[in-house]
């Protein structure tokens, strides 16, 4: 039996063979895990559970079949879906976890979380972090009209956009260092939770990374965004394995 971890899908309107990527994934082989965990960036937007999106139905359509299959469904919000609410959790039938938190994996715990925590160097982003996380804003922004609500994320997406190619032209590869986690942070982020494995998305640079935190050897799971084809982590109790689903 095989526990299945995904990240970063990015579920968009201008992609739709990734949207139907993924629905095959959940029909052919969601169904039969032993459980699914979703930590962030499922959709490329999310601007309260209120908004129509045929795309979003399917998906908690075909959620809610997994679990009715009796596999447990997990989400970790991510920094695009940071909306996703309780409404949106009981149609597609998934529980929402904490940022970070740490489950059981066949015995083992194991750090989960969406790694923008971990990109400490990107001081611009983590400051629109910790004011989007203000639940005071978000249930302002959240109580206006649909058509208020998506001018103004078209705004956010517009600025972001400009301020990452401006970071571009500035800077190559001081650019992949800020878009990176931070060392010292993951560094402390095993020590805080006492835990020698971590599995993350949110940097789109898929790897198993072996390293050593004091004396112990820790390791570091990044699964794949899912742009082009499909990225997903499956692990038994025997071992895991980070794999590419072609479309
Ligand atoms: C998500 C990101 C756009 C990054 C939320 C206040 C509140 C606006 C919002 C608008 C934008 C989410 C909700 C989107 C992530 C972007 C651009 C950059 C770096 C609040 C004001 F209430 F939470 F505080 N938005 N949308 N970005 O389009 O999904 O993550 S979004
Ligand atoms: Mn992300």
Same mark, same amino acid.
């Given at each position: 039996m095989t526990t299945l971890f995904i990240s970063d899908l990015h579920l968009d309107p201008s992609r739709p063979a990734i949207t139907e990527l993924f629905l095959a994934f959940l029909r052919d082989e969601a169904m039969q895990a032993d459980a699914l965990y979703i930590l962030g960036d499922l959709f490329e937007a999310w601007i309260g559970d209120d908004t129509p999106s045929a795309a979003a139905d399917a998906v908690a359509d075909a959620l809610h079949a997994v679990a009715e299959a009796g596999v447990p469904v997990y989400f970790i919000r991510g920094n695009r879906d940071f909306l996703v609410g309780n409404d949106y959790a009981r149609r597609? @039938?998934? =529980?929402i976890l904490p940022d970070p938190s740490v489950i059981d &994996?066949? @015995? =083992?715990?194991? &750090? &989960?979380?969406? @790694? $923008?925590?971990l990109c400490t160097d990107d001081v611009a982003y983590q400051q629109f972090r910790a004011q989007t996380r203000d639940p005071v804003f978000q249930a302002q922004f959240l109580s206006q009209p649909l058509a208020a609500r998506i001018a103004f994320a078209q705004k956010a997406r517009d600025a972001s956009q400009a301020r990452q190619s401006e970071m571009k032209q500035d800077d190559r590869a001081s650019f992949e260092t800020v878009t990176d986690v931070a060392p010292a942070e993951v560094e402390a982020t095993f020590a805080r939770h006492g835990v020698d494995t971590m599995i993350h998305g949110h940097t789109h640079r898929p790897a198993i990374h072996a390293l050593q935190v004091g004396d112990r050897p820790c390791t570091r799971i990044v699964l794949g965004d899912w742009y082009e084809q499909g990225s997903v982590l499956r692990v038994t109790a025997q071992g895991?394995?980070? $794999?590419? &689903?072609a479309r």
């Open positions: 597609a @039938g998934f =529980r &994996l066949y @015995g =083992r715990p194991v &750090l &989960l979380q969406h @790694g $923008d925590l895991w394995s980070l $794999d590419t &689903l």
